[in-house]
């Protein structure tokens, strides 16, 4: 049998939400299944954020699995330094890819929200515009660049909150001194 081009699309379009929605499930029960865990052993993690600044705007993002806006992050692997780590985690959730020279470390503190002791490295970046951004509908469902100021009233997680607390401190105090 042979085909036409284009004849089969759409079958292959209809399986693409599917896998999708199937994907952000997986994503969504092996967050629940980690939370249990964390609350039973309270592990000691790595992780970092990544905010990417344009302007006075920052790159916020909504995981599958959380009901709290987020920023591009993740753990650290093994032998991995934050900036590496970083970069890694922009590729993977946004389609932004940055070396790791470019990220800036910033800001560091320990999160026990999750009942969990996450020491967390928070790193910067400024850019000229705001790059593409892809996002794979699976693990990450949305990503945009939102005004500091609008990006505090919105329900984020208590980690980035205090981020972008600790940014709009250091961002007032530098127009302060010019």
Not at 20 to 29: H, I, K, Q, T
């Amino acid at each position: 049998m042979h085909t036409r081009p284009g004849e089969g699309r759409e079958e292959e379009m209809g399986v693409k939400p599917l896998v999708d929605a199937l994907a952000r499930v997986a994503y969504r029960s092996a967050y629940n299944l980690a939370r249990v865990y964390w609350r039973v052993r309270h592990p000691q993690t790595h992780g970092v954020f990544v905010g990417i600044w344009c302007g006075e705007r920052v790159l916020l993002l909504q995981n599958s699995y959380k009901r709290q806006l987020s920023m591009p992050g993740g753990g650290l692997h093994r032998g991995e330094s934050p900036a590496e780590a970083g970069a890694r985690e922009l590729q993977e959730e946004v389609g932004v890819r940055l070396g790791p020279h470019a990220l800036r470390p910033c800001f560091e503190t320990v999160g026990t929200d999750e009942h969990k002791q996450d020491h967390v490295h928070f790193l910067e970046v400024t850019v000229e515009t705001e790059p593409t951004l892809a996002v794979d509908d699976r693990e990450v469902v949305w990503a945009g660049f939102i005004d500091l100021e609008m990006a505090l009233r919105l329900p984020v997680s208590s980690l980035v909150r205090t981020y972008l607390e600790d940014a709009r401190r250091r961002r007032s105090s530098r127009a302060t001194r010019r």
